[in-house]
């Protein structure tokens, strides 16, 4: 072998394939879609998941339990990740840990938990604290503040509702004929 064998068969543009252009180009006939069958029309493609119409996996495996696509995610943090993470006197907020990289990925709370130490005083903002982490932030000179969860959704009220409901005026107010002109 020399050196200007070593790419040999590699080429930057391959010619496409043609299939059903007869039975000496070896993808006659059937053009390499099997014999009969959904499968040999053209534009039909299976899903991802689909098993050839047995039965799936996700409908063979037993269910158990209840996940909540509407529960808030936690994320949690220990005080040696804020030691580590911050200079003495900072601001700790949701914001600051997503824009240092401490927090990542999704998540809707914060709570810091207390595994590690921390000798630094600064001022951390969460959704919530352990008792522990909460006696460690404060012994180290820190402040400690709980941010509020967000405000609850209220069934029918107005701002659930769109604007003026399409109803027109008041409530209680008549609504104009569109019979009669509405000025006599």
């Given at each position: 072998m020399h050196l200007?064998?070593?790419?040999?068969?590699?080429?930057?543009?391959?010619?496409?394939?043609?299939?059903?252009?007869?039975?000496?180009?070896?993808?006659?006939?059937t053009a390499g879609r099997g014999n009969k069958g959904q499968g040999q029309l053209?534009?039909?493609?299976?899903?991802?998941?689909?098993?050839?119409?047995?039965?799936?996996?996700?409908?063979?495996i037993p269910k158990r339990g209840f996940h909540n696509a509407h529960g808030r995610i936690v994320k949690s943090l220990n005080v040696s990740v804020l030691e580590e993470g911050f200079a003495a006197g900072s601001e700790v907020t949701p914001e600051t840990l997503r824009a240092a990289g401490l927090a990542k990925g999704i998540w809707h709370d914060?709570?810091?938990?207390?595994?590690?130490?921390?000798?630094?005083?600064?001022?951390?903002?969460?959704?919530?604290?352990?008792?522990?982490?909460?006696?460690?932030?404060?012994?180290?000179?820190?402040?400690?503040?709980?941010?509020?969860p967000p405000k609850p959704v209220v069934k029918g009220s107005a701002a659930t509702k769109k604007k003026d409901g399409g109803k027109g005026g008041a409530?209680?107010?008549?609504?104009a004929s569109r019979k009669t002109p509405a000025g006599g």
């Open positions: 200007n064998d070593v790419n040999d068969g590699i080429h930057a543009h391959t010619k496409r394939l043609r299939v059903g252009r007869g039975p000496g180009s070896g993808r006659g006939r053209a534009g039909w493609s299976a899903p991802a998941i689909f098993e050839g119409g047995g039965m799936p996996l996700i409908r063979r914060l709570k810091i938990l207390g595994n590690g130490a921390i000798s630094k005083p600064l001022k951390v903002s969460a959704h919530g604290f352990s008792s522990q982490a909460r006696q460690k932030i404060e012994a180290a000179g820190g402040t400690v503040t709980v941010l509020p409530k209680g107010e008549k609504k």
